[in-house]
């Protein structure tokens, strides 16, 4: 029906909107309220108090401008120029205060104060001198900046959670369960090695700039805001930010450091040897045994299972799937770069990988659900991806001696069902993109001739 008491369906839909997007704040603003009250649980500054610190203190290393010019997207260029150049200028008479107060900037600290202001200073302004649609796209794009800068405190304050609250790791399990695979790990390892230097430069570069490429691609998706006086229905931000929030979570589930702490020297080449299993990453494959909880240090972040830096490759992977044929090319190295980084340094296992892929897939068509409406396909998509991820998980904890043991059996069904969840993704967009053609009248509606 078109009408519903009165009132057009399409009519209905504002203020539905308006409450889910409120819910979704204040559930938001709940999480980092309960997040701030347990990083000071554990002696550390939670999300809100850093975010709150960078606007005097010198912030940490963070994606403070690219969540400026996220925002800046709903600005005209005019516009953009004053802002971009009113942050620098903030961040410029900061860093000589702190000069003149002996204080040097270290390792990227000491800058980014600048965009924080200017994103909050747009924010007051669009209170107080912006009205109707205007103020609330101005309003959208300080959101959605400040969300990202947000985001990355977020992450930081999980992973803390994460080494205190998990002290025993099942890092013995998944590799026992990696057998199946063929132990990608240890194999990419010795590939990067003997590509030193450049290769592991290259693969650090993209590892280490996986924000950066994400900032450029949603920056193409979002070039139009301004012009259109609204955001696209869909882009990578929200992708990236519902696979950092909901990620963590399943790290508390299933808390992994990964081969190089678990079975190697650590990510800094001496750290991790008091609490490895045994030094055998990247040149021995771990033995097949009995898998058991092991006790790890207290700072190591146990965020392993998912792989989510493959989750977010995937997801930029996919939304550059539309763009020119040049960001199409990025797109692709960057995946391939980061699974070879995320294996090649003894990040993840992969069976990390695997689960990483599944996760963003799913999330991606929940979202995607969201915003086009649930169909069929849609519904059967996330709970076929849900199904699958949780029983990677639970044959990752539950059958990994199992799969050691009969690899030939094992490898191929993780495979097939990573490819089941590719495939009927891939169907199942490019039927909601197919053109439907419109209903045929029936002849009593027909105009006469």
């Given amino acids: 029906m078109s009408h519903i008491g009165g009132r057009s369906a399409s009519a209905l839909g504002g ?54 010019a996220l925002m800046m997207v709903v600005l005209t260029w005019r516009q953009r120029f004053v802002a971009a150049g009113a942050a620098l200028g903030i961040d410029l008479v900061f860093v000589l205060v702190r000069w003149a107060a002996g204080v040097r900037p270290s390792d ?34 300080v959101g959605l900046g400040l969300l990202l800068a947000a985001g990355r405190k977020t992450g930081d304050t999980w992973l803390l959670i994460t080494s205190k609250a998990r002290p025993a790791v099942l890092d013995q399990y998944v590799a026992t369960a990696d057998h199946a695979l063929g132990n990608p790990s240890w194999r990419m390892g010795r590939a990067v090695r003997a590509t030193d230097p450049f290769g592991p430069h290259l693969l650090h570069l993209v590892y280490a700039q996986l924000a950066v490429a994400a900032i450029v691609v949603a920056l193409y998706q979002l070039r139009n805001v301004a012009a259109e006086g609204r955001f696209p229905r869909h882009h990578l931000v929200r992708t990236f930010l519902v696979i950092g929030l ?15 702490f678990a079975y190697g020297p650590g990510a800094s080449g ?18 097949v045994g009995s898998p058991h909880p092991v006790p790890y240090d207290g700072i190591t972040p146990r965020n392993c299972m998912p792989s989510l830096h493959t989750a977010w490759a995937t997801a930029i992977f996919i939304h550059t799937r539309a763009a020119p044929r040049a960001l199409r090319y990025a797109g692709t190295f960057w995946l391939v770069a980061t699974l070879s980084a995320t294996l090649g340094f003894g990040y993840h296992y992969g069976a990390d990988l695997i689960a990483g892929v599944v996760f963003a897939l799913t999330i991606e068509t929940a979202l995607r659900s969201l915003d086009r409406g649930w169909d069929r396909a849609g519904v059967r998509l996330v709970v076929y991806g849900t199904a699958v991820f949780a029983a990677l998980l639970v044959s990752y904890r539950w059958l990994p001696e199992e799969m050691a ?24 967009t490019r039927q909601w993109e197919r053109p439907t053609a419109p209903a045929p009248r029936p002849e009593s509606q027909l105009e006469p001739v």
């Avoid at 889910?20 to 980092?32: D, F, K």
């Avoid at 965009?115 to 649609?133: K, N, S």
């Avoid at 909901?246 to 190089?260: D, N, S, T, W």
């Fill in 15 to 68: 203020p539905r909107r308006a409450v889910l997007w409120t819910a979704a704040g204040a559930a938001l603003l709940g999480l980092l309220i309960a997040m701030e009250i347990v990083s000071r649980r554990y002696g550390e500054p939670g999300p809100m108090s850093t975010l709150a610190r960078g606007l005097f203190l010198a912030p940490k290393p963070g994606p403070l401008y690219g969540g400026l």
């Fill in 270 to 287: 001496t750290g991790g040897v008091e609490w490895a299993v045994a030094n055998l990453w990247p040149h021995t494959p771990p033995p």
């Fill in 108 to 141: 990227g600290h000491g800058f980014g104060n600048g965009a924080l202001w200017v994103m909050l200073g747009c924010g007051v302004f669009a209170v107080t001198r912006r009205t109707g649609a205007d103020r609330v796209l101005l309003l959208k794009g």
């Fill in 405 to 428: 043991a009969r690899p030939w059996l094992f490898g191929p069904l993780l495979l097939l069902a990573l490819i089941s969840v590719v495939s009927g993704y891939v169907r199942t």
């Fill in 246 to 260: 909901l990620g963590p979570a399943v790290y508390m589930i299933f808390p992994v450091v990964g081969p190089v």
